[in-house]
């Protein structure tokens, strides 16, 4: 019997642990540039059109979060991300989000590529092109950057910002 409970105890451990993992899998997730998911009949996401980019080096970084303020652009808090080099002018995003809601997209260009965030080089620029000054020190609040997005694909341009 001993042997009996110790396995029940085991497998409701093990079943609470995998009903946890959703709850922190949404968020964190590297994901690739994938446009075939912004096609039509698509599910919920978001097109992201940035231009306005200086250079070709370094690389670009798209985040998406929920437009909440209790999420937006909190450590750890972002949905997904997509990272890739870039490329002077326009370049074009699909950033898929897991339903109809409320979002916010963040964009950074690390022009050296050094992971770092260099304030007199790097650009920067958030959905809804708010604006930025010292005050806000870049962090616009959430309520100048959310969006709604619905069933299928929403399209938003962002303009990227340099100092």
């Known amino acids: 019997m001993t ?7 085991a497998a409701f451990a093990v079943s609470g642990l995998l009903a946890a993992a959703p709850a922190t899998a949404q968020y964190r997730n590297t994901i690739s540039n994938d446009l075939s998911k ?15 980019i200086e250079t070709s080096t370094g690389k670009i970084r798209v985040q998406s979060y929920k437009g909440t303020k209790a999420e937006w652009l909190k450590s750890g808090k972002w949905l997904s991300r997509i990272e890739t080099g870039a490329r002077k002018g326009t370049m074009t995003f ?10 916010a997209i963040a964009v950074r260009h690390d022009k050296n590529g050094n992971g770092k965030t260099d304030i007199t080089s790097d650009g920067g620029a958030m959905s809804n092109n708010p604006s ?4 806000n020190l870049g962090k616009p609040s959430y309520k100048k950057t959310r969006f709604t997005v619905g069933e299928g694909v929403k399209s938003i341009t962002i303009n990227m910002r340099y100092m």
């Open 3 to 9: 042997h009996t409970l110790k396995l029940g105890a």
């Open 132 to 135: 930025i000054n010292i005050f």
């Open 94 to 103: 699909c950033v898929p989000v897991s339903g109809p809601g409320t979002y």
């Open 38 to 52: 912004c096609s039509s009949g698509s599910d919920s996401a978001v097109k992201v059109t940035v231009s306005g």
